[in-house]
Structures are given as structure tokens and as C-alpha cells.
């Protein structure tokens, strides 16, 4: 509660910083995205505990039964998230499940592999602050603000240069040993892949928590033909922390973006396997088909 009550501190900071704009622009390349002081004082005070885990298995059902009859969904791997609920268990630890992220639909493909009746749920998913959706249109409305958190989606605070301050609400639902599901990527890519955000790497990090990679393909963003779309989610075997970095590492920007570099290419083996996704110069780029 003290770290949610710390919103309006930042939003006053930011607020005095007086940037000279906010929003999603792309400087040199890469997309950069500040939130305003503004939206983070709408921001939640309190993280909802019961209404995710209710919502998402009541919903569960018809979307499961969508997927699988119009997306031809079909799940790989599910005994990894047992050995990963059994681990977190263990360690008494939280789970962050990593994916990549090229359609609307990811979210619903990810949380509809986990059985509705496993502990894993709620999967409390990680998403911008509500100015960030603007160029959605009129859905904009729809994304980011109450109807968002009460299925257990929250924002990370965004242009701040600071992970403990940037991802409050993250960081304490891992602390609890729930589960975290982020697409490091940032976005919806319209052509090169972005490099993956250190976020990620800075939860692993202070919260020991095991990460799920989970590779999702076959959405229409990757498949121009509609006959293809065999929606398909690999979720691949759990990594423990002691994987992606020494106790003596500390969760400095370089090094969390390092331990994301490490988990986005175990999500993005398959993709290179099956040639989903090339890579050239260090690059990656999806392959419609």
C-alpha cells in the first residue's frame, strides 16, 4: 500500500520535470513512451485480488471455446507450467510468465492455456498506462483504465528511468507469490522486432520469481492466410533465476536488459526453428505466411 501511496509523489516529480511531450514517439529508431503526471494520479491505489481470478475463470470457458473453434488454438508444453506451480510452490516464489507479443489476442491465448483451475490463476498481466492507447481509436477507451485492472491487468509507469518506481504494482503481486505475465517487447511490432525491455529482467531479479517462456503463433498478425491461422502456444520449460544471473549481479539497467535478451531468445527459438521469424544483423522479423 505505502509504494501504491507513492503515485502521487511521482506524478508530482514528473509533473516538475515538465517534459516537452508524452505519449509514444520513435526517436532514432526505437519507440519511446513517457506517461503524464496526469494519469498517473488516476492510477489505482490498491491492486484487486479477488475479482481477477474470478473474472478470468468465469470467462475461461467462452474463450477457450472461441480459440479453439475459429483460431484452431492448440497448446504445447503444459506440463511445464505444473513443474512451474510446483517450483513456485517450493520457493515460495511468484511466476512470470515472458512472451512475444504480435496480436490482440496474445493475452487471451495466454491466459486461456492455464487450466482454470490451476493456482496460477489469476494472471495479473503487465500493460501501458491508459494515455498510451490513443492511437487505438475509438477502443481506446477500453484499454488501460478501470475495466483493465479489474481483470487484473496493470500499467507500468512509463519515461521514469527508474524500475522500483516504474513497476509498483508488478513488484508486489510477485512478493505475494501470484503470477505475472509481460510481453517485454512493449508493443505490437509493425515490422522489426524491438529489443526487449529490461522490466523484465529487473522482476527476476528482486523477486526471485520463476519465468515461464511461452511462444504463441499463428495469430493473422503472422499469417496473412486465413486457412493458416492455427493459433499454437509453446510454453517451454521454467527458468529458475540462478539461470540468468549471479547473486553477486546487481538490477542495473545493463544487467536486466541482458537477463530479458536471455529469456526473449528461448521464447523466440521455436519461431527461429520453424522459420516464423528470420534474423538478420541481429535483427528479428516475423515471416507472414
Not at 128 to 139: I, Q
Request: glycine share 8%.
Amino acid at each position: 500500500m505505502q509504494d501504491m501511496l507513492r503515485l502521487r509523489e511521482i506524478a508530482n516529480r514528473v509533473k516538475k520535470e515538465a517534459k516537452d511531450w508524452y505519449g509514444e514517439r520513435v526517436i532514432d529508431g526505437k519507440r519511446i513512451f513517457r506517461t503524464s503526471p496526469e494519469t498517473i494520479r488516476r492510477l489505482p491505489k490498491r491492486i484487486h485480488r479477488l475479482l481477477p481470478g474470478l473474472l478470468q475463470r468465469i470467462f475461461w470457458f467462452p474463450a477457450h471455446l472461441i480459440l479453439l473453434c475459429f483460431g484452431k488454438k492448440r497448446s504445447v508444453g503444459l506440463e511445464n507450467l505444473r513443474l512451474a506451480q510446483k517450483l513456485s510452490r517450493k520457493r515460495s516464489v511468484g511466476v512470470i510468465i515472458v512472451s512475444n507479443h504480435s496480436n490482440e489476442l496474445d493475452p487471451f491465448l495466454m491466459v486461456s492455456t492455464i487450466l482454470p483451475w490451476s493456482r496460477l490463476l489469476p494472471v495479473y498481466l503487465l500493460s501501458r498506462t491508459k494515455d498510451l492507447y490513443d492511437h487505438y481509436g475509438p477502443m481506446r477507451h477500453l484499454f488501460g483504465g478501470r475495466l483493465f485492472w479489474i481483470f487484473g491487468t496493470y500499467p507500468a509507469i512509463f519515461g521514469l528511468s527508474n524500475y522500483k518506481e516504474a513497476l509498483p504494482y508488478h513488484t508486489k503481486i510477485l512478493e505475494e507469490g501470484r503470477t505475472v505475465a509481460i510481453f517485454p517487447e512493449g508493443g505490437i511490432p509493425d515490422d522489426a522486432i524491438p529489443e526487449a525491455r529490461g522490466g523484465v529482467g529487473y522482476l527476476v531479479m528482486t523477486t526471485r520469481a520463476i519465468v515461464v517462456p511461452m511462444t504463441i503463433t499463428g495469430t493473422p498478425r503472422q499469417s496473412e492466410n486465413r486457412q493458416n491461422q492455427n493459433m499454437r502456444v509453446c510454453v517451454g520449460k521454467p527458468i529458475i533465476p540462478e539461470e540468468l544471473f549471479n547473486d553477486n549481479d546487481q538490477p542495473i539497467p545493463e544487467t536486466c536488459k541482458r537477463i530479458a535478451r536471455l529469456i526473449m531468445d528461448k521464447v523466440y527459438q521455436p519461431l527461429l526453428q520453424s522459420g516464423s521469424v528470420v534474423e538478420e544483423n541481429g535483427v528479428r522479423r516475423y515471416v507472414s505466411i
